[in-house]
């Protein structure tokens, strides 16, 4: 299985900062790579897909880069809704597979 | 618009089968551009694939899974299902039913917890 590792595990932040979260694949995932914001007792929600691309309806403060084996999320000015925690996912290999999380707090 | 909504037994015993049913709207799972997925979030730990299913009815799932998990398709309800046997508390996670489409996983249900416990 490719393993994803996150980075950091968590983050403390302030409303207007600009963020930036780590991805790491254990091998090679091309542009395979999808990120989620998931909010408590809610289901994720696909923010970036094929490691760039905004998807449909998500702010255009959220941008995601990389290739390859690394990978980051950008939020480029927080906004109090965006506290939530932050999963990275590959899709190039079967199991897809999840990073364990970043929780971003205030 | 495209809606997920999971559905079964909250509790399941040790040892017996974990039934669950997804049923779609706005979307439907004859369509030869996705994958009908079931997902699922120990609390604490990452979320785990379990697999998918094709509208052939090919189905494919974690290796980690796979001697326990059966994905099926119901075309005249629009619903897929999940079955997990001989569950254990390591079973005890929130499932969450999915699309998959164009390598993406763009529409999820609102997830349903199920507790393995006696």
């Known amino acids: 299985d490719i393993q994803m590792t996150q980075s950091p595990s968590s983050l403390s932040a302030s409303v207007g900062d600009r963020v930036t979260i780590a991805c790491r694949a254990s091998q090679s995932i091309s542009t395979y790579l999808n990120w989620f914001q998931q909010k408590p007792g809610k289901a994720p929600n696909l923010l970036i897909y094929a490691a760039s691309s905004l998807q449909s309806g998500v702010p255009s403060r959220f941008s995601g880069s990389g290739s390859g084996t690394d990978f980051t999320l950008t939020i480029s000015s927080l906004q109090p809704e965006d506290f939530a925690t932050y999963y990275c996912q590959q899709s190039h290999n079967i199991p897809y597979t999840f990073g364990q999380g970043t929780k971003l707090e205030i | 618009q495209v809606q997920l909504q999971e559905s079964g037994p909250g509790l399941v015993k040790p040892s017996q089968t974990l039934s669950l049913t997804c049923n779609v709207s706005?979307?439907?799972?004859?369509?030869?551009?996705?994958?009908w997925s079931w997902i699922r979030h120990h609390p604490g730990k990452a979320l785990e694939w379990i697999g998918y299913?094709?509208?052939?009815?090919?189905?494919y799932y974690n290796p980690s899974l796979k001697s326990r998990v059966t994905i099926s398709l119901d075309t005249s309800n629009n619903q897929f299902s999940l079955k997990v046997t001989s569950v254990t508390a390591a079973d005890t996670a929130v499932y969450y039913c999915?699309?998959?489409?164009?390598?993406?996983?763009?529409?999820w249900g609102q997830g349903t917890l199920v507790t393995v416990s006696s």
């Open positions: 706005g979307a439907s799972i004859g369509s030869d551009a996705y994958y």
């Open positions: 999915a699309r998959v489409g164009y390598s993406k996983i763009d529409y």
């Open positions: 299913i094709y509208y052939t009815g090919s189905a």
